[in-house]
């Protein structure tokens, strides 16, 4: 009983902390106070004034949170739904925008960790951090990288999609919702792809498209480009 009390404390403490981030955010709306950002910072710093331990967080309320992740990405079916013309419409430029974007963010990511040097196992850790992290520490595992640091890049990749996605998709000239999906899809995973439909559905449901076909090529070319880059 004080184990579920425990941990009912702490998801209503990082719930409140949300809450917290989201009234910034409607105060001073910029990139770098989405609520995801400044919720995770203020966590960070919790635990390191506390002295808490990351993995007595997570053990004590963290997991059930992170287990709302499916039924979150489940709901995103509705909107699909819902825009399911714009979607047949546009099958051949998101599925070639979803191949591209997949083999550019697994390439690039490597090409440029070699070129600095970077250790083999940590090139593997993070091929896969533009994905949903379930499939991300699965791909990670199969190709010999570290899946508990890939979820930390995940997590990066999707916080700095949040921030700069939209201003590096208004300085590339990328202005069709097209566009915009598929590039939030194929590099920042649900984070960016929640952010998106809040500025349009439509750009939301091509991100969620891309995001889940994007996770498909990912388990099938992770693999193959690793041993081609590494």
Known sequence: MLNILYALGWIIFT??????SKQLYKRVPTPFTVPVL???AL???????FHIPYEAYMKNGGEWITKLLGPGIVAFAIPLYKQRRVL???VVPISGGVIV???????SEA???RMFGTDSSL???????SVTMPVAMSVSEQIGGIPSLTAAFVMIAGITGMMMGPLLLKWSGVTNFIGKGIGVGCSSHIMGVAQ???RDEREGVVGSVTMTLTAVLTCLLGPLLAGVFV
């Open 101 to 107: 974007g997949t083999v550019v963010a697994i390439s």
């Open 123 to 129: 090139i593997l850790t993070a091929l896969p951090k």
């Open 88 to 90: 047949k419409k546009y």
């Open 196 to 198: 998106s439909m809040k």
């Open 111 to 113: 090409v440029i960790a």
């Open 43 to 49: 966590i960070i710093a919790c635990l390191l004034i």
């Open 15 to 20: 719930i409140v902390l949300y809450r917290v």
């Open 38 to 40: 400044t919720a995770t």
